[in-house]
Structure formats: structure tokens, C-alpha cells
């Protein structure tokens, strides 16, 4: 995998951002891998705090082939994002160097987010400055369609349990009352 960027993690997440937004309000956490939001993502990782290898990468069309088997989890969402770009962020340490991605246009302003993940289960809930879990994040123009589960771990189905178990609840991004967080420069 080329253009691994080392992203810190604290509190066991980190970002694909659309403008610096969080608006964690809006988050679906109902998957245990990756959160959608109003704009962007959150990735949740298996470390607490400390250092993960990431990429990310734009393209036209979904991709083709199926995961590769050395990815533990692969799960696909859809991701609203306006302003043409969106950049690999660590909540805590902001952008990533060289972690900018265009995407191509979408008149609908949706993507699709896939997100592999390799690793999660190795130091769950601890610290690491050095990486042990790998995240390759691939997005393309999609319309707003419902998760996808490519590739499950016992993390995501018990994560996937949880949601389906839980009332129903009116969505956050219809209510509204809460603006995105922006994160400080």
C-alpha cells in the first residue's frame, strides 16, 4: 500500500474531514469501523492514543476488486462532502502532511467511503507511538445507500448487534441544534 501516513489517535479515532468539521453530533456510530457524518467521517481505531499508518485515495468509479485478504474489516458507507476535497486528520494534531485528497465531482455531493482496516484487535484500548494498525480509505461519487459490511470482525457484528438492539431514535442531523465543531488552527 503506497502513501502510508502516520495519523495520531487519541481516543481511539481520527478523521476523514471535510473543511477542519466535526460535526460529531450527526456521527453513526452503529458499524464500530467507520462513523459517517454530516460531512466527513470518523475512524474508529483499536489503539486509545498513539500512532496508526493511514491512506486515502480518490476515484472516479467504485472500486472493482474485492479486499485483499490481509484487511481483518472492511466496511462501505455513504459521505456527504461539498467543497470538492477532504483531508486525513488526527482530532487532536489536525491535518496530516500530504494527506489532501480532490474527489471527483458529484452532483449530489454523496460518496461512498470504503474503509479497510488491518490490526484493530492487536492493542485494543492501549497506547502505541509505534504503528501496529493500517486503515486504507478508497472514496468515489456513490448516492446515500446503507452501510455495507464487505468483511466483518466480532468487533463490528457485536457493534452491528448493539445498533439493530437499540430504539430508534430521531436522527441528529435532522434536529440540527448542535453546529459543527470546528477544530481550532
Known sequence: MNDLQQVFV???TFGLLADGLIPVESADWSNGLVAPMSQGALIVTGINTGFVEAAVTAQENAPVAAPAETWDEVVEVSVRA???SMRLESLDLGPVAHALVLLPP??????RLRVHAYGRELLRDQT???P???YLLTIWPGSQKSVTVVRASERIERASQAAQATPAQESAR???HNPPIRKPS
Open 128 to 130: 502505541s507511538m509505534e
Open 10 to 12: 487519541n481516543e481511539g
Open 106 to 111: 458529484s452532483a449530489s455531493g454523496w460518496y
Open 82 to 84: 461539498q467543497g470538492g
Open 132 to 134: 501496529v494498525e493500517k
Open 174 to 176: 435532522t434536529v440540527g
